[in-house]
């Protein structure tokens, strides 16, 4: 159960499930208590930001002043409304300046925030309310349908409020609550180490988990990542599609542009068309996706004549990234994607091949971020393996992985204090990291292991071919274990059929080493995703 003083490490990771943590920059030595909210506008002040714009919505530009006048406004209505430290509350709101403001003010007050997808559905927002025991839930009246049925769920230890208000009077309105003009800033006074923020996986491999985060952490990720790597300038603008419900975009869209003063775009609607359109009109100069976005964004660039003269750093994470793609992406726009990795339990990112002095290496994951440490580990021992050996990637940081209620999976990740992820990786002598595969996703067949990301770099490479994947299947014939099977979604002017099989498998053969051709091929109008557009394998295997 949530409540006041709940620190992420000494109440939530047993002692020998501990990630390490090391603090090597010199703007990570955060003091022993600390308000994030608090920190972040007391800096922007000081460097004299006020003026500086930081949020862009539509055609309204929100500067430094503005968004704390209004987080301080949200933290009155919060207060008001009964919302006291320690509680979680759930946040159903689309990416939009109310998101923004109102996650802050839960935070700044030491309760805990949670945003959600708004694709979520009534038993997804249950299964959080139970799962945190959320005090309340605060919703835009377009989500309410899915909203409502939460209190009823749970006896009415949910609360739901409607932000700004219920034109049907359904439940409290946050309208009511708010103050006019300026207020007085009461911030809690918070260890560094108290949860402020939660965040579920997407539930590519099960059930979604909850994260937790502290209030250091908040900090933290602005201060290696973006500070190090990207080091944005005040005339930066970053936009693109993750939402702020993803770690990802929770970074990019929330803290970051406070901490760095730069500004982002935000917008609800994640459509390529919307994107590139905001891409023209704000000058964006900093954009991030996942890789199946980018495909669907060069067919657009091709087609259309979109202006994205303003891009300066275009990153992708969250799939792997093929080489095909990565090369299409560079002859259509002339810019190279930058690779990023990190996790929703890490935050944010902990891998780039972004270098700020440097144009980034192609076909590799990248480095280690400043303030990171990354190694491979053997998957027996943990212990790290040479450079070119494969094994399982691990960190430690400024951050670490911290399971909600989830001692098993929390046992599983940590490792002799390292951050244990399921990525089979390898590390050249340059020090970059190469992805080979999900270790749980390798395809082991007729004594070869295969990575699937290969087959479908290879795949890709097929004018027809649009998206596909590859996972392991039953072999038909009994004579091996497995097959590799792959998914495949065609370009419009291709049906899917015997002959056309036979010519992708003749195709992989003629592009990769042969016994890593696809020996079945099903043909697909799409590709199942989670909401943050990532590939469900698992739910490819299942069908296999």
């Not at 759930?90 to 403001?101: C, E, F, M, S, Y």
């Not at 959320?134 to 899915?146: G, H, Q, V």
């Not at 800033?185 to 491999?205: I, Q």
Request: proline share 7%; glycine share 6%; net charge negative.
């Amino acid at each position: 159960m949530t409540g006041p003083g709940l620190f992420k490490y000494k109440d939530l990771a047993p002692k020998d499930a501990c990630p390490a943590l090391t603090f090597d920059l010199p703007e990570l030595q955060y003091p022993a208590r600390m308000n994030a909210v608090q920190m972040l506008f007391e800096a922007g002040n000081a460097a004299g930001w006020e003026r500086r714009t930081v949020f862009i919505q539509d055609d309204v530009r929100y500067s430094f002043a503005e968004t704390e006048t209004l987080v301080h406004r949200h933290m009155a209505a919060l207060r008001a409304l009964g919302v006291a430290a320690g509680d979680t509350v759930i946040l159903r709101i689309p990416d939009t300046i109310d998101l923004v403001v109102t996650l802050l003010a839960v935070q700044a007050i030491g309760a805990i925030a949670m945003p959600t997808y708004i694709q979520l559905r009534a038993d997804d927002l249950v299964y959080r309310a139970e799962d945190t025991d959320a005090k309340f839930l605060i919703s835009t009246e377009p989500l309410l349908d899915e909203a409502l049925p939460v209190p009823a769920a749970r006896a009415g230890a949910t609360e739901v409020i409607a932000i700004p208000a219920d034109g049907q009077d359904r439940c409290r309105n946050f309208a009511d609550y708010l103050p006019d003009g300026d207020v007085v800033a009461e911030y809690a006074d918070t260890d560094a180490e108290e949860l402020c923020l939660f965040l579920y996986t997407s539930g590519s491999t099960g059930l979604p988990k909850g994260t937790c985060h502290c209030h250091r952490d908040m900090l933290a990720v602005c201060d290696t990542y973006w500070r190090y790597c990207l080091a944005p300038a005040p005339e930066d603008v970053f936009g693109g599609p993750p939402s702020i419900a993803f770690a990802l975009g929770f970074g990019m869209f929330v803290y970051f542009p406070l901490r760095l003063g730069h500004a982002a775009v935000l917008e609800p609607d994640k459509s390529p068309e919307k994107t590139l359109e905001l891409i023209e009109k704000h000058r964006i100069t900093i954009f991030a996706g996942v890789v199946s976005y980018y495909n669907v964004l060069t067919r657009l660039i091709q087609e259309k004549n979109f202006d994205i003269s303003s891009l300066k750093h275009v990153m992708t994470g969250g799939e792997p990234l093929t080489e095909e793609a990565e090369k299409v992406w560079l002859e259509t726009t002339g810019l190279p994607l930058e690779q990023f990795i990190g996790t929703t339990e890490s935050l944010h990112c902990f891998v780039t091949s972004t270098r700020p002095d440097d144009t980034p290496h192609t076909g590799v994951m990248g480095h280690a971020v400043p303030g990171y440490e990354v190694v491979v580990l053997d998957p027996e021992t943990f212990e790290p393996v040479a450079d070119g050996e494969h094994g399982l990637f691990a960190m430690r940081g400024p951050t670490g992985s911290v399971y909600w209620n989830k001692p098993d999976q929390q046992e599983k990740v940590i490792r002799n204090g390292w951050n244990v992820y399921q990525d089979v990786v390898w590390r050249d002598e340059r020090v970059d990291f190469h992805y080979v595969a999900r270790h749980d996703e390798m395809i082991i067949t007729a004594g070869y292991n295969i990575s699937p990301v290969q087959v479908e770099d290879a795949l890709l490479r097929h004018e027809d071919v649009v998206e596909c994947a590859c996972v392991p299947a039953p072999d038909p014939t009994g004579k091996r274990g497995d097959i590799v099977k792959a998914y495949v979604v065609l370009s419009d002017n291709r049906s899917g059929n015997d002959a056309l099989k036979t010519e992708l498998q003749n195709f992989v053969k003629a592009n990769a080493p042969p016994y890593m051709y696809p020996r079945e091929i099903a043909f697909e109008e799409a590709l199942p995703k989670t909401i943050n557009g990532k590939i469900l394998r698992s739910e490819l295997r299942q069908r296999s």
